[in-house]
């Protein structure tokens, strides 16, 4: 089945604990991209990667580091998390080109409280 | 720079009549995408229709229509035949350009519908 996975689903943590959300699809796209969703602001993009080893920030980057080693794989790295980072997280991925680059595939999402 | 603004916040519908969700515009750009997604209290995303800005007609998927006003700027959803399972909250999102032929897609903040029985 082609799908996006997020790992884990479900995170609390405390303040400065580093953290990594893993984000993994299998329909060989070439982008991919984090967002964060937080009520009443919609979902904001953190960073982004249109190939292997090109990723750039997005809307909402501070806190976040992100690679791309792999094309399958895109991490997203909270190297000391913070209160304000406490938020649903969604990564998605889309071709580059053609018809299938206006249709972006989303995880299931990650939820992370950090107290 | 781009902008998507929903202004309704939450809507209520009765089961089995078409309800219209608001979704107005802004951007520079002459080539552009427009884009609705759904996401129930499950919390995934789920892609449900996209109209490209040279797009000569309205897009449609089953029972999701967008109702295309370029002058207006405005990408109306409409559900038509409201099913139970359409409460949810519904985003309205739009791709502009960037480098190399890339996009960026901007949300609006949502509008959470509400089907009654």
């Known amino acids: 089945e082609a799908q996006v996975t997020q790992n884990p689903r479900y995170l609390i943590t405390v303040t400065g604990k580093k953290l990594t959300v893993t984000c993994s699809q299998n329909?060989?796209?070439?982008?991919m991209s984090w967002y964060r969703q937080d009520p009443g602001l919609g979902l904001r993009q953190i960073y982004y990667?249109?190939?292997?080893?090109?990723?750039d920030k997005g809307d909402v980057p501070e806190g976040y580091k992100v690679s791309r080693k792999e094309k399958r794989n895109f991490p997203l790295i909270l190297e000391s998390p913070s209160p304000n980072q406490t938020s649903l997280y969604f990564c998605?991925?889309?071709?580059?080109?053609?018809?299938?680059?206006?249709?972006?595939?989303f995880g299931a999402g990650s939820r992370l409280t950090v107290l | 720079a781009q902008k998507i603004t929903q202004t309704q916040p939450g809507m209520f519908v009765q089961e089995k009549e078409a309800v219209t969700l608001d979704c107005t515009y802004d951007?520079?750009?002459?080539?552009?995408?427009l884009f609705w997604y759904k996401q129930p209290s499950s919390g995934e995303m789920i892609f449900l229709i996209y109209?490209?800005?040279?797009?000569?007609q309205n897009a449609t998927e089953g029972r999701y229509s967008l109702n295309f006003q370029k002058a207006r700027k405005s990408a109306n959803l409409v559900i038509s035949a409201s099913q139970l399972g359409d409460s949810a909250m519904y985003f309205c999102?739009?791709?502009?350009?960037?480098?190399?032929?890339?996009?960026?897609?901007?949300f609006g903040k949502g509008t959470k519908l509400s089907v009654i029985p």
């Open positions: 951007t520079s750009d002459q080539s552009y995408g």
């Open positions: 999102a739009m791709r502009g350009k960037g480098w190399a032929g890339s996009y960026q897609l901007t």
């Open positions: 990667s249109m190939n292997v080893e090109v990723t």
């Open positions: 329909m060989n796209h070439e982008y």
């Open positions: 998605a991925s889309r071709l580059q080109g053609g018809a299938g680059a206006n249709v972006l595939t």
């Open positions: 109209q490209g800005s040279y797009d000569e």
